[in-house]
């Protein structure tokens, strides 16, 4: 595809790749508006310089991923890559110049949107959601504890030192979220569906505000509800950025979750009469 403009829209909570280590997911919009995805890319290890933030248009130069058969999949040409920065677009006239492109095309029926998703001529993988309502955010204790093989490997990796360029050293791996958020949704047709958010921005708003409650759990996790729920959900014209994985993009009923929000303003429409 050569040297190519994207919109940064979504950016993954971190994972651990046996074979890449510490990845995150990035997807965008190209500048016609379609989805493109940018897996693997070693945000935390970039150069300071090439760390992009959401919303942000970056120039690289991306080939497909020969390893993914979803079509909106591509990688960074080589693991060095340059990613050059470009302008971040702003929040005036309510979200106005990243509707154009987040809004250009949006599913309510998710009966519909799985339905491409297991076409293999179709193969959707990337999709902005408008849910009907959100009915409830659930939370989910899990292990704090990374998969200790993953992280020996991953350990291995930076060890060579031949994978990615180290922005410093040691590298300290994420920590892991010890809870799962998700979202109960209803669509259009009132089929109800419950997604887990893997959005890079609860992650950290999780992080942040367990720190600043001195580590006590029960006070982060409402706290990440309050946003979610009572302000984006309940307050917002929210919007959901979904995705699959590669592992279940046809094996799973609804191989989709939520990879992020858009929340503008919600607008009042008047009558002419």
Not at 30 to 52: A, N, S
Not at 55 to 79: C, G, H, M
Not at 116 to 140: G, I, M, Q, Y
């Amino acid at each position: 595809m050569g040297l190519t403009k994207i919109l940064i829209t979504v950016k993954t909570y971190p994972s651990l790749s046996a074979t890449y280590g510490e990845l995150v997911c990035t997807a965008g919009f190209l500048e016609d508006g379609t989805w493109i995805r940018l897996y693997p890319v070693p945000f935390r290890k970039l150069k300071k310089e090439e760390k992009y933030k959401k919303y942000q248009w970056v120039e690289l130069d991306i080939v497909k991923n020969d390893k993914d058969f979803r079509p909106e999949s591509f990688r960074p040409a080589t693991i060095d890559t340059p990613i050059a920065l470009l302008e971040t677009i702003d929040t005036k006239g309510n979200w106005f110049k990243r509707k154009q492109f987040a809004l250009k095309k949006v599913y309510t029926d998710i009966k519909k949107l799985i339905a491409e998703a297991h076409d293999r001529k179709v193969c959707t993988s990337l999709a902005v959601f408008k849910p009907a309502k959100v009915s409830d955010f659930k939370v989910e204790k899990v292990s704090s504890v990374w998969d200790k093989k993953k992280v020996d490997q991953l350990k291995a990796l930076n060890d060579q030192g031949n994978l990615f360029d180290m922005e410093e050293l040691p590298f300290e791996i994420v920590e892991k979220l010890p809870y799962k958020f998700s979202y109960v949704i209803e669509d259009v047709n009132g089929v109800s569906s419950t997604m887990m958010i893997e959005d890079w921005e609860i992650g950290q708003l999780y992080r942040n505000t367990l720190a600043a409650a001195e580590g006590n759990e029960a006070i982060a996790v409402e706290k990440v509800k309050e946003k979610y729920f009572n302000y984006f959900a309940l307050q917002k014209d929210l919007h959901l950025y979904l995705g699959t994985t590669k592992a279940f993009h046809y094996r799973s009923k609804n191989p989709f979750m939520i990879i992020g929000t858009f929340t503008p303003d919600k607008e009042i429409q008047t009558s002419l009469f």
